[in-house]
């Protein structure tokens, strides 16, 4: 379906973006505390219901005219008509020249939509059915391994997009984990990785998911090849006939499945089609989990939790879609965003889950914001005149605390931070008097740290409290430091699908605004593309002195390693 590009326009060149910038000299020297002091409905007024997300963006650097203005810009260059082109399915994604309908994944059965001849929600909820059936097998002890024991381990092994999204998942819903199927992940192409994950685990009773879009990542390979390798070995340690190639066909079928686009590659590395389970070029990597690059997750978690995960998305998607500019939740977090990055020259954005079961979030973030607008250059193929591309980074409360929040409370960085707090936990514990719960502590942790960050700590009020002088200007805390704060009920699976949702669409927001294509990566290829250029001189050069890789340093670096490791 073809796109039009709305406003082409560079963001800059808009006299509604000079209208911003002009304001941002004039908004300097207002403090979060003058903008509270001014407007005390502030906290209500800027307070979102996203789904199950409560989320209060009044501690932005923002008053009503700065979001005025946000809001110029993002009509300026057409943000209403570019979501309904996204939701649509039409060829957003210029330089592929694909949709980028990851919103398609959790339309209901019923909902007409169908993209460049294919009909969206029967195709998602085919899959989603077989993805159901084989979980449904292995929880129950249908599916049974080549030694006819049940599988207890499910190892997907991916990377970026084909690993981020379930890992993160499965860790952030370990309570929901209760059916006896442990999930597993492994990505890196260092050995130490596959090493650590199958040591000690039984290959009777372990299911590999080989998750690879294109089948053609040279990590993911080559830990499916070194996991059949390892399944094969210990099967025959357990006596099964491995010289025999039906055997081994066999134990391949029971013990591997893909999930992929590509058919043709999943064969060739010798898992049954059968047990593939596909999904199709408008789901991009990054924006995938809830597709069937989920289906470790759902065997873990269990097909209707799996469910509500994918309902949360789209809980977030009609907030997204129908509500109006004003009041949309990330409408105003991606277009703060561009604020803090490309006029108040923030240099990164820190993301702070108060959940340790959270703690893959920030990581998971990485890949969706940075993969999608780390770009220089706009769709029209020249540079961009703005800064782009938010650099996120984060940790789970309250260990940010004890590491880098000094940096953020008194540091010179402009760093806005996204607050995730949850207000039931599943388990808690008592502190040490027996009474106070653990919960709360960390809560009050949460709501302690965006408080101090904004209306920080005066001279004035350090010297009431009798602060010796010496003390007084290492102890001010400068506070007007910005924050959003998300917070949900309980971390379920249908809040995990809302928190990424709100994240997939604030990073679409920004994408829209800088005019830049947030759903390709080539960025990425040429570093993929030379390590398999390097792979055969490391391979195959005993003699370190003719390396030649055409760059110095490359050669100096490889001389070394050939002179030094020990085979
Ligand atoms: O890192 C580049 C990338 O292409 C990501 O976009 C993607 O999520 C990842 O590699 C894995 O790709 P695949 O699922 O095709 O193995």
Request: charged share 20%.
């Amino acid at each position: 379906m073809t796109f039009t590009v709305p406003n082409p326009t560079p963001v800059t060149k808009t006299p509604e973006w000079q209208a911003l910038v002009a304001h941002a000299t004039r908004f300097k020297g207002t403090t979060l505390k003058d903008l509270f002091r001014e407007d005390p409905g502030r906290a209500g007024d800027m307070t979102f219901e996203v789904g199950p997300l409560h989320v209060d963006l009044s501690k932005n650097l923002a008053d009503e005219n700065t979001v005025r203005l946000l809001l110029n810009v993002a009509r300026a260059k057409g943000i209403e008509d570019y979501r309904q082109a996204l939701f649509n399915g039409e060829h957003v994604n210029t330089t592929e020249d694909r949709a980028a309908l990851h919103t398609g994944l959790r339309v209901p059965i019923d909902q007409d939509l169908s993209v460049d001849g294919q009909d969206v929600a029967e195709d998602v909820h085919h899959t989603l059915d077989r993805m159901r059936g084989l979980a449904k097998a292995l929880r129950s002890g249908d599916w049974r391994g080549a030694t006819n024991h049940t599988i207890k381990n499910v190892v997907n092994i991916g990377i970026g997009g084909s690993d981020l999204g379930p890992s993160m998942a499965a860790q952030a819903l370990r309570p929901y984990c209760t059916a006896g199927i442990t999930p597993y992940f492994v990505s890196n192409v260092d050995p130490a990785d596959i090493t650590a994950t199958l040591d000690g685990l039984d290959p009777a009773s372990t299911l590999f998911v080989v998750s690879s879009k294109t089948f053609t990542t040279s990590e993911t390979l080559a830990n499916a090849h070194s996991a059949k390798r390892w399944l094969l070995d210990g099967l025959k340690r357990l006596g099964v006939d491995t010289s025999d190639d039906a055997v081994v066909n066999d134990a391949v079928a029971k013990h591997f499945v893909a999930v992929s686009t590509n058919a043709e590659e999943v064969a060739k590395f010798g898992i049954d089609t059968r047990n593939m389970f596909g999904f199709w070029d408008w789901v991009g990597g990054r924006f995938s989990v809830d597709s069937a690059i989920g289906l470790s997750l759902m065997a873990a978690i269990g097909p209707r939790d799996f469910m509500e995960f994918v309902a949360g998305f789209h809980d977030v998607d009609n907030h997204f879609y129908s509500e109006p500019l004003e009041m949309n939740a990330p409408v105003l977090m991606g277009l703060f965003g561009v604020w803090y990055t490309s006029v108040l020259n923030s240099q990164s954005h820190v993301v702070l889950p108060y959940s340790q079961d959270l703690g893959r979030f920030p990581a998971y973030l990485q890949q969706l914001m940075m993969e999608s607008n780390g770009k220089s250059v706009r769709l029209d193929g020249e540079l961009t005149t703005a800064e782009t591309g938010e650099v996120y980074w984060g940790e789970a409360g309250t260990n940010g605390q004890h590491a880098f929040m000094q940096l953020i409370h008194q540091g010179t960085h402009l760093i806005p931070a996204d607050f995730i707090g949850f207000v039931n936990p599943h388990t808690d514990h008592r502190s040490s008097d027996g009474e106070t719960s653990m919960h709360d502590m960390l809560l009050s942790n949460f709501l302690a740290q965006s408080r101090v960050m904004a209306f920080g700590r005066t001279a004035e009020e350090l010297r009431e409290a009798g602060v010796d002088e010496k003390l007084v200007p290492h102890k001010v805390m400068p506070g007007n430091r910005p924050s959003s704060t998300i917070i949900a009920d309980k971390l379920t699976p249908r809040t995990l699908g809302s928190l990424i949702a709100l994240y997939e669409h604030i990073c679409f927001v920004q994408g829209v605004v800088w005019g830049i294509n947030s759903f390709d990566q080539w960025g990425v290829e040429l570093g993929k593309k030379q390590a398999n250029e390097l792979l055969p001189l490391l391979g195959n050069n005993t003699d370190s002195s003719d390396v030649d890789t055409g760059d110095p340093s490359t050669d100096s670096l490889l001389r070394h390693i050939l002179r030094n490791r020990k085979r």
